[in-house]
């Protein structure tokens, strides 16, 4: 995942306002003022939660549980996600897939972090772990949030935002399909 977590845009500011492009250019300010605040409150909720001694805790006993930091983390994750989801519904706001999805990025990186100064997670293997946690967690909450915290589209949204990370992974990993290799003669012969 280190295409995918080097590369995160920290924040929602960086991300085009999802509004229609005949929008006054109040409306576009104020949304992007919006997801800003949306992105602030995800990503705060699961970072407190991460870095208190109850998260702290939380995490020790479901890699200890699970017997693998991996899935440990990643279902940890998975409920941060559902939980931020839900109290966000719960007071009558919305936060986009794809802010939720950079939200992730960071507490999945806390995560990781904290696993590591515990002595939960080896260094050598944290990369590995981290992503398989990210993926495992980000699939898990998609599929198991209740219905009024994520509509169909919603789930559909986090579905494709998987797919392009595990290509934009791909990518950055210099792994491309057998069949989409191109030839070592055609690749690198140079003009004369």
């Known amino acids: 995942m280190a295409g995918l977590l080097e590369k995160a845009q920290p924040s929602a500011q960086e ?3 999802e509004q ?3 929008a006054p250019e109040g ?3 104020q949304a992007v003022a919006d997801s ?10 699961m970072l407190n939660f991460i870095y208190d001694e109850q ?7 479901m890699i200890q549980s699970t017997g693998d930091p991996s899935q440990g983390m990643a279902r940890l994750f998975g409920r941060l996600l559902m939980m931020t989801v839900q109290s966000a ?3 009558g706001k919305r936060v986009p897939p794809q802010l ?8 999945v990186r806390a995560l990781s972090e904290v696993a590591q100064s515990k002595g939960l997670i080896d260094p ?4 590995e772990i981290t992503e398989s946690a990210f993926y495992d967690g980000i699939a898990l909450f998609a599929t198991e949030a209740k219905d009024e915290a994520l509509t169909e589209d919603e789930r559909a949204q986090y579905v494709a935002l998987l797919e392009a990370a595990e290509q934009m992974e791909q990518q950055a990993q210099g792994g491309l399909p057998d069949s989409q290799t191109p030839e070592p003669s055609q690749s690198q012969e140079m003009p004369t």
Do not use: R
Request: proline content about 5%; glycine content about 8%; cysteine-free.
């Open 55 to 61: 998260g702290t805790q939380a995490l020790t006993k």
């Open 100 to 107: 939720v999805f950079q939200a992730g990025i960071e507490a």
């Open 124 to 127: 050598a293997s944290e990369k």
């Open 20 to 22: 229609p492009e005949t």
């Open 15 to 17: 991300q085009p306002a």
């Open 36 to 45: 800003q605040e949306a992105y602030d409150l995800a990503a705060g909720q």
């Open 27 to 29: 409306q576009s300010q």
């Open 89 to 91: 519904v719960m007071a």
